[in-house]
């Protein structure tokens, strides 16, 4: 006889507890000031200017949700990070990719508290509620924000973008335009891996000059070039392979539309047209980041959505597409592909 538990529905239905307390260790720089090192609570606590009651309850709990190891027992014991906190959330690592959890403890978790009025509503629940202005508007109009909009959403894309550049072939092209490209990465990561490449960054002004900064310090811009563009007035600049990684689930069907005609009308005959998502599965049962990222853009934007694979070949097929990939990239990205 079958016996059920409340087991999952209660890990899912609290699972704000252990989300906040890796957002809020995150946001401490907790992973970033252990660094290498070993130290005992009080030296955290110290370190860390928390009050006495979050020793040793806070670091405990990151070593039992796996986040921290600790050498010892009682208040002698040494917390250090662990492999993956190391390489991933301490902010000296090469590989850090905590920028979007930060904007995630300082931004979208509050919002997501008005999930419920989101889904009545269909209204956005971000910024938009308190200073009538878009979320983009206001990002943009703070340096300091777009920065750290663009570092989180570079961080979150490395993998996505790296593993995209390794396995897409680019023997048949020479020229690539990256739509939205914000820092450069994407565009950096295949001219670094396809010598013969020469590649566009197109954003706005503000984002095209934090991506002049990257790329030249990357030493590519003989081959990366950061181009104002406004993808929604201008004509893309014309390239064998179009990139929009991340930046088409951002709109309503009908700008998505826009876009997608944008990018059909810059490449030649034989072009790509790549989108890098966290494409829902077309039976939509299974990947359920890319369920959650849908809600997350009506909570940042109302009518902006996700979409499946399936969605992205109907879409382009109705502008004259002919043909169509869908490339796995490790989780739930997949990079989907449209040829002209």
């Known amino acids: 006889m079958l016996t059920l538990s409340p087991g999952r529905i209660m890990e899912v239905g609290m699972g704000f507890w252990p989300a906040k307390t890796l957002l809020s260790a995150l946001e401490l720089g907790l992973f970033t000031t252990l660094g290498g090192n070993a130290m005992t609570g009080g030296e955290l606590q110290r370190a860390l200017g928390l009050h006495a009651r979050a020793n040793p ?48 403890s300082l931004r979208l978790y509050r919002f997501w508290g008005d999930l419920s009025e989101g889904l009545r ?91 002049e900064q990257r790329i030249a310090a990357a030493g590519l811009s003989n081959r990366v070039t950061a181009r104002a563009i406004d993808f929604f007035r201008d004509p893309l600049p014309k390239a064998d392979v179009i990139t929009m990684g991340m930046i088409l689930h951002d709109w309503n069907l009908e700008k998505k539309m826009h876009l997608i005609h944008a990018a059909y009308d810059a490449l030649p005959p034989g072009g790509a047209f790549v989108v890098i998502e966290n494409l829902i599965d077309d039976a939509r049962r299974e990947n359920a980041f890319g369920l959650m990222m849908s809600l997350n853009m009506l909570v940042e934007f109302g009518d902006a959505f996700d979409f499946t694979g399936a969605d992205f070949k109907e879409w382009c097929r109705s502008v004259g597409f002919k043909t169509f990939d869908v490339i796995p990239l490790g989780g739930p990205a997949s990079a989907g592909v449209a040829y002209k």
């Open 57 to 104: 309850d806070f670091f405990d709990t990151l070593v039992a949700l796996r986040f921290l190891e600790r050498d010892g027992d009682g208040p002698a014991g040494r917390y250090r990070n662990t492999l993956e906190t190391a390489t991933f959330l301490d902010r000296n690592s090469p590989e850090f990719m905590g920028g979007f959890l930060e904007m995630c």
């Open 121 to 211: 509503t269909g209204n956005a629940q971000n910024e938009i509620k308190h200073t009538g202005a878009p979320m983009f508007a206001e990002l943009y109009s703070k340096p300091e924000r777009l920065e750290q909009f663009m570092d989180a959403m570079a961080g979150i894309s490395a993998g996505n973008f790296r593993a995209f550049a390794e396995q897409f072939d680019f023997s048949r092209y020479h020229t690539l335009c990256d739509v939205g490209g914000a820092t450069g990465q994407l565009s950096m990561f295949v001219a670094k891996w396809h010598a013969h490449m020469k590649c566009v960054s197109g954003d706005l002004p503000e984002a095209t000059r934090i991506a």
